[in-house]
């Protein structure tokens, strides 16, 4: 990795942590998130024209959901908005509680989710056909992966390809799905050309490319809520309903609106203590299914924490991004270079310090700016 930015002025940090949240979901609320994530994926997969490889079957949890080993409730994590000229939209304004009984409705099956151009002959558009490159891929060297690829995948040229010919993808917006971590204040915001501090700017005279290329470091994601987990993430439950179509998850949401070439999956944080991790396998999945069928480009994650006390979630990551061939972003290993390797101690060794916010910022700008060379977008 490149040279590292400085750390965010105290002051700045402060203020931000007073006036954000980011807690656990509670054990009942996890289930009916489980249940109705169960009940939206089988809809998507019986809808959907996946090829053989796909995933298609999924385990149904146990019914008792374990119970969760932290509850105290951490210090809060900045979501402080920016000033209203950096959001285009409001943030979500209903609580899942208050959605949890929306009814689900089909999507037919080819739908290109967002506003896709027609196709140049006249015919309707199709999807994306997602396929797994890697069968017997494996994750357990995921520590050892670097944090920015070295190549990039033919998989990838063909999606983007896809994305580029066939669809009406912003070639130069990136999305975020996940939870208060993925908020602007903490992953990329401090990049947006319109706030980018002069300082900031000398660091990263080498990603200035990037900078004002993309799009999408401080705009309102329609998938990235305090609490957010990979199975709410394929629900109605988060879903905005002031900006979502009804029976719209908050993937899906995200992916037609703001139309992404580029999506960071920063998935795992709020996953159940306890539950088979493979089920969040299958979670995952189907959100790299998703976007990938649009014509974007999944970017997963590693996490920083190890709340499952195996790291079998991160394995799990890094076996997926091989699986379907995409691009797989260390995040983990940006940051242990830090004191207690980038997570708070105060806050159950979950959740990441404010020193490591922008190295992982950096880290995922420099990634950002590596795929646009690589394809050739600037």
Known sequence: MKNQPTV?????STLLLFFSGCSFILDHDS???EAEALDFVRTLQADSALSAESPVALRVPDTAVPTQEFRDTPTPLPTVAPPPTMMPTELPTRTPEETSTETLIDVPSGTVLGDAAPAPDGNPLTTFSARVVNPDARGDDWRELPIIPSAISETVREIYAFGTDKTARNLR?????????SMPAVFLGEYDPLYITTELQQESLDLLDAVYY????????????NGMS?????????SDPNACLPGESAVRCELRIHRPAFVFVNMGTNWNVGQDPEIFAEYIEEIVVEIIETG?????????????GDWALNAIIARTAKKYDVPYF?????IQELPNHGLDIDRNNIYMTTEAWPIRSRAALELLDFLARALNAY
Not at 8 to 12: C, G, N, R, S, T
Not at 174 to 180: A, L, N, Y
Not at 214 to 225: A, D, K, L, M
Not at 230 to 238: D, I, K, N
């Open 8 to 12: 965010i002025p105290i002051l700045i």
């Open 31 to 33: 289930a009916a998130l």
């Open 173 to 181: 917006y990136f999305s975020k799905i996940g939870d208060c971590q």
């Open 214 to 225: 993309f799009q999408g470091f401080n705009e309102t994601s329609y998938s990235v809520f």
């Open 230 to 238: 990979a199975a709410s993430a394929l629900t109605t439950t988060w």
């Open 296 to 308: 974007a480009i999944p970017i997963l994650s590693s996490k920083t924490d190890n709340i499952e």
């Open 330 to 334: 260390n995040a983990w290993r940006a």
